[in-house]
Every structure is written in structure tokens, then in C-alpha cells.
């Protein structure tokens, strides 16, 4: 199967930086898209952004200009560097992947178990 690890999470400052990382391993041909998702307990799961194998990324409206995406096939891992950051910010974070499997007959998605990101004020 596949997995997805993610890194990078922390405590930081209003203002601050971070930057993630999630590197995917397992049965993979080739990932597709491969993304964050940002989740707070109760609350629905909110992209954050996405990341297509020619390097096309897409943002949510809410980090666009502050975040950046970045993606290195040959690793199968991709990277968010989170400037300016807010307590808004706050949530646990997810990484995902649409995989095709070794043998080419098999797409599915994966998530990693999250990292949390914490701004104070």
C-alpha cells in the first residue's frame, strides 16, 4: 500500500513561519495530485492546497499570496511554506495523494495522520 508522512508542524508566533513537508512511499507508479487539507475538531475539511505532477498548484482563498506549494516527483514528496502566519491558521493538517498504483490498474487516494500547526497571537 501507500503512505503518506507528514512533517513539520509546530508552535509559532503570529507572523511567523513554517513549512511542511509529506513524503509518500509504498506501491506508487505515479501520484497525481498531492495536496493539504486543514481540519479543526467539529469542523469540515478545507483545502488548503493542491498540487498537480506538472507543478500546477491551487490555493484556498484564505492563504492565497501567503503560502507556497512546491512538489519533488522524484522524492513523491511535496512541501508548504506557510508565511505570515495567523492564529486563523490554527488547525491540524493533512496531507493527500491520488495514487496509481505500481501495476498501473489501481488509483486511489491516501491521506497521512496529520500534523498539528498552532499560531498564537
Known amino acids: 500500500q501507500v503512505q503518506l508522512v507528514e512533517s513539520g508542524g509546530g508552535l509559532v508566533q503570529a507572523g511567523g513561519s513554517l513549512r511542511l513537508s509529506c513524503a509518500a512511499s509504498g506501491s506508487i507508479l505515479r501520484i497525481n495530485d498531492m495536496g493539504w487539507f486543514r481540519q479543526a475538531p467539529g469542523n469540515q475539511l478545507k483545502l488548503v492546497s493542491l498540487i498537480s505532477s506538472d507543478g500546477t498548484a491551487n490555493y484556498g482563498d484564505d492563504v492565497k499570496g501567503r503560502f507556497t506549494i512546491s512538489r519533488d516527483n522524484v522524492k513523491n514528496t511535496i512541501y508548504l511554506q506557510m508565511n505570515s502566519l495567523k492564529p486563523e491558521d490554527t488547525d491540524v493538517y493533512y496531507c493527500?495523494?491520488?495514487?496509481?498504483?505500481?501495476?498501473?490498474?489501481?488509483?486511489?487516494?491516501?491521506w497521512g495522520r496529520g500534523t498539528q500547526v498552532t499560531v498564537s497571537s
Open positions: 493527500n495523494a491520488d495514487v496509481v498504483g505500481t501495476t498501473g490498474q489501481w488509483t486511489n487516494e491516501f
